[in-house]
């Protein structure tokens, strides 16, 4: 049993495991985003937690990232790389993949 010490937590990343995410690439979204996490050396400051279905399927794989509050969309395995790099390390959001943000209230779409 893993014992994280919160005190160290920047980003917590929650990655929706539900079915349709799943069929998307989301489990091995979820290694992958882990395994670069723990390249980069940053497991002690981001906590990621599986989850079940978000509600937005058709936008999946879907990650949720507090305390950004922001929604991102599309997170599949050949895009986890630059995920981490951009979000996780740099703290700059891949706009392209904002699906929302609670500060400016709105869904973004394409297009
Ligand atoms: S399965 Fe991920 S949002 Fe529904």
Known sequence: MAIKDLTLV???LFI???GTCTKNGAEEST???REYIADEG???QVHTTKTYCNGRCNDGPVVIAMP???WFKGITP????KFVQQYVVKNQLP???VLFDYEEKAIRVEG
């Open 10 to 12: 920047e980003k917590h």
């Open 16 to 18: 929706c495991n539900g």
């Open 31 to 33: 290694k992958k985003i």
């Open 42 to 44: 940053m497991e002690a």
């Open 68 to 70: 950004e509050n922001v």
């Open 78 to 81: 050949d895009f986890c790389r």
């Open 95 to 97: 706009e392209s993949k």
